[in-house]
């Protein structure tokens, strides 16, 4: 009996012993694996570090306008314009894009202005990209470096392109007039900004002003007969197609632009501060057609290359 029972007894230790052993083998490797997943569920936790947009310049179809990072020319919609938050949503979003962002935007190339780059929270708590106040989009229409989308009318409003100071330049252009600090009564755009003629244009109807030129010195376009107002004298109103099919304002022979450096209805700063080749200069304009006269103080000189 004692000999059975230690028989008996061995073989149970060793059952035992081995159940442990194939348990802290279980043990073991139960651990490799929850460690492995524990490892996983961290990576995955671990959120990607945010990337702000970037906000270039371009000129789809000779206009300088903002566009997106890999080009794409951006717009603002006119429902958005009342209090600056994003009103496009289901189909719209589908056909006009958002630019959305998981950081602070920033310049990228171009005459962007980092102070009125900014975001706005969208109702599913992404950030939308927004410019001087304005909601950006890209319009799924366009392919590249187009800008399709300018003035069309969907989801109940207008889609403007986006200038690099921040205005939205509406289909029809108003030449009116306003005083410009140091000089006589003069015209100006819509907003207030002061227009020029163009010393490279020689006092032809016709523009001299295309690529880097039209981004210091934006052609005054329209998309119909432009209007007068003020003192602006509607028989010298007009146009003049341009070599890239835009259709500019002239007033009295001289077509019509506006200075990028000119921030606020009656500055006339005009000058820019790169300093390639050839001298450029504009006057600003009387409402009787005349430049600036003799004495008044003249758009300081810009040296811009003609390219």
């Known amino acids: 009996m004692p000999l059975t029972f230690n028989l008996r007894s061995a073989v149970l230790l060793a059952m035992v012993a081995a159940s442990f052993f194939c348990a802290s083998c ?67 979003a589908k056909e006009w894009p958002p630019l959305l962002t998981a950081g602070q935007p920033t310049p990228y190339e171009g005459r962007t202005s980092p102070e009125l780059l900014g975001t706005v929270k969208r109702r599913d708590g992404s950030l939308q990209v927004t410019y001087a106040g304005h909601p950006l989009y890209e319009y799924a229409g366009d392919a590249g470096a187009e800008a399709k989308g300018s003035m069309l009318e969907e989801f109940g409003g207008t889609w403007y392109l986006v200038l690099p100071d921040g205005r939205l330049p509406s289909g029809v252009a108003t030449v009116s007039t306003g005083e410009v600090k140091g000089l006589t009564t003069v015209l100006v755009d819509a907003e207030g900004h002061t227009l020029y003629d ?12 295309y690529g880097i030129c039209t981004d210091v010195w934006p052609p005054l376009f329209t998309e119909g007969k432009p209007k007068a107002q003020g003192a602006v004298k509607e028989s010298l109103l007009g146009t003049t197609e341009r070599e890239d099919g835009l259709v500019q304002v002239t007033y009295a022979g001289h077509p019509l ?46 040296e811009m290359p003609n390219s």
């Open 257 to 302: 632009y506006t200075y990028v450096d000119d921030k606020a209805p009656g500055e006339n700063h005009g000058e820019d501060p790169r300093v390639p080749e050839a001298k450029w200069y504009g006057w600003a304009l009387k409402p009787d057609g005349n430049e600036a006269a003799p004495g008044d103080p003249r758009v300081k000189s810009s």
């Open 198 to 209: 163009f010393h490279m244009d020689k006092g032809a109807p016709t523009s001299t002003c």
């Open 26 to 92: 279980g043990s073991g490797e139960e651990s490799t694996t929850t460690a492995s997943e524990k490892s996983a569920r961290e990576e995955a936790a671990t959120p990607p570090k945010p990337k702000g947009a970037e906000i270039s310049t371009g000129v789809p179809n000779g206009r300088p306008v903002l566009v997106s990072e890999e080009g794409e020319t951006l717009y603002a919609f006119e429902k958005d314009l009342d209090g600056g938050q994003p009103t496009c949503y289901g189909k719209c």
